[in-house]
């Protein structure tokens, strides 16, 4: 049985959270919110050696060349769309995987819809990526239900789906709000259930929530542990999965070619 597979992912974006509670702040504040976070997040990979995927949208990149271009080779670099705001499939997959490319140099081969909303595959298909990653196969009051979807990675319209993590059986989510708001031994024990059944865990964060919140009126369980807590969590997160498991951690893109190769 082939061992179990470990993707960290990171939706880099505007921070365009605040918007959603009434609080309006520039698209420049979004772009500096997430710099900061992004920053944070990074250099705490970084130093564990850790490959992550980034699903990063074309405003972020444009207006962050340098940082695209001098990503580091462990990590991969996938599409979120180009606005994180708004979404024309026609337009925006095949204009954001297009930016991505020309600024990193790298081919782009995943998608991820912002706020894990629901696009046509056909489409993600024709604007030629191979995989994406926008199912959370559980339900999220307000936002989706998707307690009917497969909760392992499946091949379907010519398109490998990546589902993020959630428990067999109970669906209990294993994303951003979960990581933040479970104790770190609760959030341990659903990885390892989901390592051991699933054989995979796909987790996913954002860079502002590991930046200061202190001045957007967000709700409680939003920003929780935003002055630094969360990267010290989140540490020691990864370096327990790392103690464990020290040749699991992989890319997206990695992990979909290992699926195509039947390994």
């Known amino acids: 049985m082939a061992t179990p597979k470990i993707m960290i992912t990171l939706d880099v974006e505007e921070c365009d959270i605040p918007l959603e509670y009434g609080f309006e702040l520039s698209l420049e504040e979004q772009l500096a919110v997430s710099r900061k976070g992004l920053k944070n997040f990074m250099e705490l990979v970084d130093a564990l050696e850790i490959p992550i995927t980034i699903f990063c949208t074309g405003v972020f990149a444009e207006n962050n060349p340098d940082w695209i271009s001098q990503l580091h080779p462990r990590h991969e670099l996938a599409s979120h769309g180009y606005f994180h705001g708004s979404f024309d499939a026609k337009k925006d997959l095949k204009s954001s995987k297009d930016l991505l490319e020309k600024l ?73 709000l979960a990581f933040k708001n479970f104790p770190l031994f609760v959030f341990n024990y659903l990885s390892h259930i989901c390592l051991r059944k699933n054989r995979f865990i796909n987790v996913y964060f954002h860079p502002w929530e590991f930046a200061d919140l202190s001045k957007y009126p967000l709700p409680f369980h939003v920003k929780r542990g935003h002055q630094g807590a969360l990267l010290t969590k989140l540490q020691a997160y990864l370096k327990g999965l790392k103690k464990n498991h020290s040749e699991d951690f992989i890319t997206m893109n990695e992990y979909v070619k290992n699926l195509s190769d039947g390994k």
């Open 104 to 176: 990193s140099g790298r081919m782009v081969t995943g998608f991820r819809m912002a706020r894990m909303q629901y696009v046509d595959e056909t489409e993600i298909k024709l604007a030629g990526y191979a995989y994406h990653s926008s199912l959370n196969p559980t339900w999220i009051p307000g936002r989706y239900d998707h307690r009917d979807k497969p909760t392992c990675p499946f091949f379907e319209h010519e398109l490998w789906n990546v589902p993020a993590s959630v428990t067999p059986k109970t669906r209990i989510p294993l994303f951003w």
